[in-house]
């Protein structure tokens, strides 16, 4: 007998619109599910009281018929987007105890759209790394094992709390951020779809800056086509935001039509790179074939600039997390640690209050900007910067999508790559140009590997393509035919049907 715990938002949605099930159920079976799996430290926060009074207020709509599009989707939320009344750490002891006033725009939308908030999930310390090591709160564990390995893997990040929640069916879906690749790489490591936006397409406010030309709020969820209805209710204009754009949000979800015939699909020679996994390779390839095999066409292209993606990433982006950061001063919030003058305050705030990798960006943030190297290092970034936009801006006037691996690996153990900032700053390889040209991309599971782990797929689309991006996503998800083994094994606490 299925679990409800199986289905996905959409299978759910019309359980629940027919009202087979309630949203109170729903809730319950994935509360439980939650405490289940606590071991794996995805939520940094529980917020299972208010869950189960919003599950009732959602009863009632559904009853008279008034139901909201993401009525009772139990939703997972990155501690990096502020919560109204609710602790969000953004995993750093500097903000350990903060409360936040107000809502981020993001969240706020999804809420006023029925979804239903489980608890904030952890990450790495400001959204900084590729694996949730660099968390105040200790790492998330990653629910896939590598096949006859009981050794606990990283899930990914920096949203690697959303991601192995949602992977553990633990949410239906989750929020995560992006700024070089936390919601993709994540969700590529757990076997699931992860879709950053185009700049500009979802708000910023209420999300906690780490690199604010770069940081962009996206979903992780099972299937393209909860990618899709999440993201039509996270999108929108927003007042607040001075860098979002002002734009109809289309119905994605009516894109999904699966029909690639006579799409030109790039292929991009630059990321067929040293250190790219043999399996991932053929993954790419085999994704290719499947394209082709839909009526696509297969177009070799060119990145020249790829190389320099991710020297300039690390630039930019603690440049401006140094900027963004220099507002913790435990003057007005968050962690305030005594001193003789007020400097010694500042200093004794900052030393204990930012772990190890933090205060690595923020020293080279400050280095790079400082009088005498902005012009060789911030300055010449941009401008390389500019070039890596360019580089997809000619290969766009070629092909309608880009297709690449998401990562160069599958998920590795838990204490790896932490004493070694390149090899970590590495994960980021395949993603970080597209924050740095602002464009859409999404991660879609393609396969496994050999020792069972789930391999990710990315398609780079031009600025605001989403709604046919999801299409082409939605495609290669119909040709891999991924089905986490995870979601399968999903217990019936809650039987339906
Ligand atoms: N791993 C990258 C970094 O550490 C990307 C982080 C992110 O996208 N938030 O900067």
């Known amino acids: 007998m299925p ?45 299972f009281d208010s869950a189960l009074a919003q599950a009732d207020t959602s009863d009632e709509r559904l009853q008279k018929g008034e139901a909201l599009p993401l009525e009772g989707l139990p939703l997972a939320i990155k501690d990096i987007f502020c919560t109204k009344g609710v602790r969000t750490t953004n995993a750093s002891k500097i903000l350990y105890n903060f409360v ?31 694996s949730t090591m660099t968390s105040c709160h200790g790492a998330s564990i990653n629910p896939w094992k590598r096949k006859g390995d009981a050794a606990d893997l990283i899930p990914g990040g920096s949203s690697g709390g959303s991601s192995a929640s949602v992977a553990a069916g633990s949410s239906l879906a989750a929020l995560g951020t992006d700024t070089g690749g936390s919601i993709r790489q994540p969700a590529a490591l757990c076997g699931l779809v992860g879709m950053k936006p185009t700049y500009g397409l979802c708000s910023r406010y209420g999300i906690i800056a780490f690199a604010s030309s770069l940081d962009q709020a996206g979903p992780l969820t099972r299937t393209v086509r909860d990618a899709a ?18 734009r109809p949000i289309p119905n994605y979800e009516s894109f999904l039509k699966g029909d690639v015939k006579g799409l030109k699909i790039g ?21 290719a074939q499947w394209f082709r095999e839909m009526g696509a066409e297969i177009v070799d292209i060119s990145l020249p600039h790829t190389d320099y993606a991710l020297p300039v990433y690390y630039i930019i982006a603690p440049a401006e997390a140094s900027s963004n950061l220099a507002r913790y001063d435990g003057v007005r919030y968050g962690l305030r640690m005594d001193g003789k003058s007020i400097d010694e305050m500042y200093q004794n705030t900052r030393t204990e209050g930012f772990g190890e990798e933090v205060t690595r960006r ?11 190297c902005y012009e060789d290092y911030y300055l010449r970034a941009q401008k390389v910067r500019r070039k890596v936009l360019e580089d997809f801006t000619n290969a766009f006037q070629k092909v309608d999508f880009i297709l690449t691996p998401t990562t160069a690996s599958e998920a590795f153990k838990v204490g790896k790559n932490l004493t070694d900032p390149l090899a970590m700053y590495l994960q980021d390889i395949f993603t ?13 599971p393609a396969g496994l590997s050999g020792s069972g782990l789930p391999l990710g797929m990315q398609l780079i689309g031009p600025s605001f393509s989403e709604a ?30």
């Open 3 to 47: 679990s409800l715990l199986k289905l996905d938002f959409s299978a759910l949605r019309s359980k629940l619109f027919s009202k087979e099930i309630k949203a109170r159920e729903v809730v319950e079976a994935y509360i439980h599910r939650a405490e289940e799996t606590r071991h794996l430290n995805a939520y940094v926060t529980e917020t």
């Open 100 to 130: 936040p006033p107000y809502e981020s725009t993001v969240t706020s939308n999804l809420k006023n759209a029925g979804a239903i908030c489980l608890g904030k999930t952890n990450l790495d310390e400001f959204a900084m790394g590729s």
């Open 229 to 246: 209805l999440v993201l039509e209710h996270m999108a929108g204009h927003d007042p607040k935001d001075s860098t979002s754009m002002n």
């Open 267 to 287: 292929i991009p020679k630059e990321y067929d790179r040293e250190g790219l996994n043999p399996e991932i390779k053929a993954l790419w390839e085999k994704s």
């Open 362 to 372: 923020i020293l080279i943030g400050t280095y790079v900007l400082s009088s005498g």
């Open 432 to 444: 970080v140009s597209t924050n740095l040209a602002g464009l859409p991309a999404i991660s879609v």
């Open 468 to 497: 046919s991006l999801l299409n082409a996503a939605y495609a290669l998800e119909t040709a891999a035919q991924f089905k986490s083994p995870l979601f399968e094994e999903l217990k019936c606490h809650h039987p339906i049907g």
